[in-house]
């Protein structure tokens, strides 16, 4: 399986082969181990994204959860070449990242697990193994993990880099070793996977390791060469020696030969060791001439794609040059036309000399014209002068009428706001009026009200007072009674009458 969210397929897939083209995390944030795995686990994982230090532990932490007890996890670009491409910021074209601080975050937060960097070329491979799913270290401590390695230099790390980084040499014995340990499997079937997967790797290697061999290799036999000039040397001058024993003064000068001798040996020693620098220079130089190399072609590329289309408008420019060519022949022919018109054109030019002779004749006329309405001018002029006089008065008439017309509309907005003040009141003065009238047609209603009411008394009391002169022309026992009952029922009449003629005086 294949995860990345721009995938550049250059060859058809097998069947067993899947490509998803979306990013790490959301992969793994969408999906469930038993859904793509089912019941297995990754047996590897080759870990070469993004070449930051967080992408790489993200990934890891992913892939950690998936696997299972002999899982093997590969991490590209662990080995750091120089400060300028380990940078998180691209500089250079090969450029690594900082994924070798992943190598110090395992050995500092999981101490657990086991770490086999391998130097190959060109950044290094880091085997790691002995994974636990159960494990969240990592995911639970991750920002603490982040802030302590982000601010990490490479110079704080390059001299103790190889123990720093657990740093190996490609020996196909230990990582068998180290791989059997992690896979539980004989050493000799490892071997015998190992030394085909070195087969495969020398094949895509092949062609750099020898030239880098063969320059190795010549150095070596050039100081052999060195070497033994040195050792026929010596041997002449150890002859030398013995002829002249028997002499002090020539001990003295052997023994300020030997002397030179050493001093020899010591500029020969610093010389290899310069050579040995001057070696490491060249490689990293040789790098960057295929770097550049590989620039120049891409430029020399570009460079024939701009002299095809260079071709192009040439061929155009030579079909437009062909145009061009019958144009300027037919131009000729129409300038000989013109030529032919040029000379009609100098005969009516000599014609319309001669008018113009004449025209200047009718101009003087006319000049003379012009000066006497000049004269005419300037007296315009003085009747203009004096009415810019009385315009400048009449402004200055508009401008005192302009200032007493904003007198006069700064009083009329103060009456304005006084007749909308006076609106106010008298809108007040209507609701209160039309509140009276409510008023007093409901005291008109009541008044009609209580004069029916007197009506109606006033009928009773007529009837009561019928009533009394017939009890008064009685002489029963019992019309007695009734003449003491009645005065008294007049009276409370009365008093109710006279109360409620008193209310009314009062409203």
């Known amino acids: ?80 070449a120089d400060a300028l491409s380990v940078k998180r910021e691209r500089q250079t074209r090969f450029w690594t990242g900082d994924v070798y601080k992943f190598v110090l975050c395992l050995k500092e937060f999981r101490p657990d697990l086991k770490i086999y960097n391998l130097n190959i070329g060109p950044s290094g491979l880091c085997f790691v193994g002995n994974l636990n799913p159960a494990s969240t270290v990592l995911s639970d401590r991750r920002s603490e993990i982040v802030n302590r390695f982000m601010d990490i230099e490479y110079s704080t790390i390059a001299p103790n880099r190889d123990s720093l980084l657990c740093i190996r040499e490609n020996s196909n014995e230990e990582l068998s070793r180290f791989l059997a340990g992690i896979l539980g499997r004989p050493t000799q079937e490892f071997q015998a996977q190992m030394q085909t997967l070195r087969h495969d790797v020398q094949k895509e290697f092949s062609g750099k390791l020898q030239a880098e061999c063969e320059k190795s290799a010549e150095t070596i036999r050039e100081l052999q060469a060195a070497l033994k000039k040195h050792r026929e040397t010596i041997v002449r001058r150890d002859q030398a020696l013995l002829q002249f024993n028997e002499t002090k003064q020539a001990l003295e000068k052997w023994r300020a030969e030997c002397v030179r001798q050493k001093e020899l040996l010591a500029a020969l020693r610093d010389t290899v060791s310069r050579r040995d620098a001057s070696l490491e220079k060249l490689k990293l130089e040789r790098e960057t001439t295929v770097r550049k190399t590989e620039h120049l072609q891409q430029l020399l590329a570009e460079q024939k794609s701009v002299i095809d289309r260079r071709e192009t408008e040439y061929r155009q420019q030579k079909e437009l040059l062909a145009a061009l060519r019958d144009t300027v022949s037919r131009r000729d022919a129409s300038l000989e036309k013109l030529k032919l018109e040029r000379e009609a054109l100098v005969q009516k030019t000599e014609c319309m000399h001669r008018l113009l002779e004449e025209r200047n004749s009718v101009i003087d006329k006319r000049n003379a014209e012009i000066a006497a309405g000049k004269m005419e001018i300037e007296k315009c002029r003085t009747a203009v002068i004096w009415r810019d006089e009385a315009l400048e008065k009449q402004k200055r008439r508009i401008e005192e009428l302009s200032i007493s017309l904003e007198k006069h ?43 029916r009411i007197i009506d109606d008394k006033c009928v009773e009391l007529r009837l009561l007072t019928e009533q009394l002169m017939q009890i008064r022309n009685s002489r029963s026992y019992r019309a007695g009674q009734c003449i003491t009952y009645f005065p008294r029922k007049l009276r409370i009449v009365w008093r109710k009458f006279r109360n409620r003629q008193k209310k009314q005086i009062a409203l």
């Open 409 to 451: 509309r700064a009083a009329i907005d103060k009456r304005d706001a006084a007749l909308v003040k006076h609106k106010a009141v008298i809108a007040k003065r209507d609701e209160a009026l039309l509140r009276h009238q409510a008023a007093i047609a409901k005291r008109d209603g009541w008044l009609a009200q209580n004069r």
């Open 1 to 80: 399986m294949g995860i990345d969210p721009e995938p550049e397929i250059r060859h058809e897939l097998t069947a067993n082969t899947t490509v998803f083209p979306e990013k790490s995390d959301d992969f793994f944030a969408a999906r469930k181990k038993e859904d793509v795995l089912g019941n297995g686990v990754i047996d590897l994982a080759f870990i070469d994204g993004m070449h930051l230090f967080e992408s790489v532990l993200d990934d890891f932490i992913h892939v950690e959860r998936w696997a299972g007890p002999h899982t093997i996890v590969l991490i590209h670009d662990t080995v750091p």
